[in-house]
Antibody
Framework: EVQLVESGGDLVQPGGSLRLSCAASEYIFSNYWMSWVRQAPGKGLEWVANINQDGSGRGYVDSVKGRFTVFRDNAKNSLYLQMNSLRVDDTAVYYC????????????WGQGTLVTVSS | DIQMTQSPSSLSASVGDRVIITCRTSQSVLIYVNWYQQKPGKAPKLLIYAASTLQSGVPSRFSGSGSGTDFTLTISSLQPEDSATYYCQESYSSTITFGQGTRLDIK
């Protein structure tokens, strides 16, 4: 089955770090852009970051620039999000999503992993 | 950044009704608007891309239209399983933006 499975969500204190992972299966992972999208409790969707097929191109929402880093390992069919200097307002469910490329759409989503930033 | 305004923010309709949700962008995005459905506790699901193209496997009662700054998602005959929150999303710019969502309830 074509799917994405996230892991790594946890409770972390403000200022702390966390790394999220997303494992892709049953499609050619290296052919696609990938993204992270988050959803704070009871709120809407917010795009966080994306990365191109070979990892040479990345983009971030302004609120995470300098704190979050998206990267991928095509040999392991995996996407990652390294989150540093976490803030309370980073609390959200984080989804990885397959992005069909510039001026396109998210056509495959994982089930999400919950990150809670609290003291 | 491009701003996206969805309306209404919530609505309630009956089975069989025609439902229209609109999305307006702060500048032209040509046809680069997509629509997603999200049910509670689940990941979003792609319904419509490039304003009017139905994603594979999505029922034909869903349709999209529009270009420039004004877009609509139409459900031609509402079904009980369509109770969900719907989001528009622009992909014209390098910083991807979602609308704030429209919650659709079944009367």
């Amino acid at each position: 089955e074509v799917q994405l499975v996230e892991s790594g969500g946890d409770l972390v204190q403000p200022g702390g770090s966390l790394r999220l992972s997303c494992a892709a299966s049953e499609y050619i992972f290296s052919n696609y852009w990938m993204s992270w999208v988050r959803q704070a409790p009871g709120k809407g969707l917010e795009w966080v970051a994306n990365i191109n097929q070979d990892g040479s191109g990345r983009g971030y929402v302004d609120s995470v620039k300098g704190r979050f880093t998206v990267f991928r390992d095509n040999a392991k069919n995996s996407l990652y999000l390294q989150m540093n200097s976490l803030r309370v307002d980073d609390t959200a469910v984080y989804y990885c999503a397959r992005w069909r490329g510039a001026q396109s759409e998210f056509d495959l989503w994982g089930q999400g992993t919950l990150v809670t930033v609290s003291s | 950044d491009i701003q996206m305004t969805q309306s209404p923010s919530s609505l309630s309709a009956s089975v069989g009704d025609r439902v229209i949700i609109t999305c307006r962008t702060s500048q032209s995005v040509l046809i680069y608007v997509n629509w997603y459905q999200q049910k509670p506790g689940k990941a979003p699901k792609l319904l419509i891309y490039a304003a009017s193209t139905l994603q594979s496997g999505v029922p034909s009662r869903f349709s999209g239209s529009g270009s420039g700054t004004d877009f609509t998602l139409t459900i031609s005959s509402l079904q009980p399983e369509d109770s969900a929150t719907y989001y528009c999303q622009e992909s014209y710019s390098s910083t991807i933006t979602f609308g704030q969502g429209t919650r659709l309830d079944i009367k």
